[in-house]
Each structure stands twice: as structure tokens, then as C-alpha cells.
């Protein structure tokens, strides 16, 4: 089993900068092969922002150019650098992984705010 726990959200201005973290812990975890973004916008469905896999990276539209998704060494944390933010960044973030490679959201963490206003 896999757990997964974000950090880092909170409101920041238009044009601001915020950088969330995820750490995934369990008895299974050394066999995460892929970690993602998603997030759900009110009255929104859930939408990927950005996945990182053995094989690279991937991102929305939206959001290519000013968030860089990463990994530590270990491959047990996953983060999102969101830059030059936007009030319709504004959601509930929620990192996700998987064992399976060809699959990017078997575990889901509890989910943390961004806000993005002025």
C-alpha cells in the first residue's frame, strides 16, 4: 500500500509563485513508478496538471511554460513549481502515483488548496 501526503498550498497573489510537495510512503512504495498533478476547480472536474513517468514528463496546456513538475532521487516526493500564477489556477491540488507504468493515478493523497487572488 501506498500513502500520499501534499504540502506547500495556500493563497498567494496573481503572478506569484508557490511550490507543492508530495511524499509517498508505505509498504509499497518502492515500486511508484509514475507521480502526477491533479486538481479540481469548484463546479469543475478533476483535471491533470502535470505527470512525470520513466519516460518523461507531460503537462496541460494550461498550465506548460509556468509549472515544472520533478522528483527526488528516491523517487518518494514529487513536486509542482507553479509560477506566474493565475486566479483560474485556483483548486484543490492532489498528487496521485502508480505502480503500473502505464498508469498515473492508482493512490490519491487527500488532496490541499491554492488560491490564487489579489
Excluded: H
Excluded at 527526488?72 to 498528487?95: F, G, I, R
Amino acid at each position: 500500500q501506498v500513502q500520499l501526503m501534499e504540502s506547500g498550498g495556500g493563497l498567494v497573489q496573481p503572478g506569484g509563485s508557490l511550490k507543492l510537495s508530495c511524499l509517498a510512503y508505505g509498504s509499497t512504495v518502492v515500486n511508484i513508478k509514475n507521480m502526477a498533478w491533479y486538481r479540481q476547480a469548484p463546479g469543475k472536474q478533476r483535471e491533470l496538471v502535470a505527470g512525470i513517468t520513466g519516460r518523461g514528463t507531460v503537462y496541460d496546456d494550461s498550465v506548460k511554460g509556468r509549472f515544472t513538475i520533478s522528483r527526488n532521487s528516491a523517487l518518494t516526493t514529487v513536486y509542482l513549481q507553479m509560477n506566474n500564477l493565475k486566479p483560474e489556477d485556483t483548486a484543490v491540488y492532489y498528487c496521485a502515483a502508480s505502480e503500473n507504468p502505464y498508469s498515473l493515478n492508482d493512490y490519491w493523497g487527500q488532496g490541499i488548496q491554492v488560491t490564487v487572488s489579489s
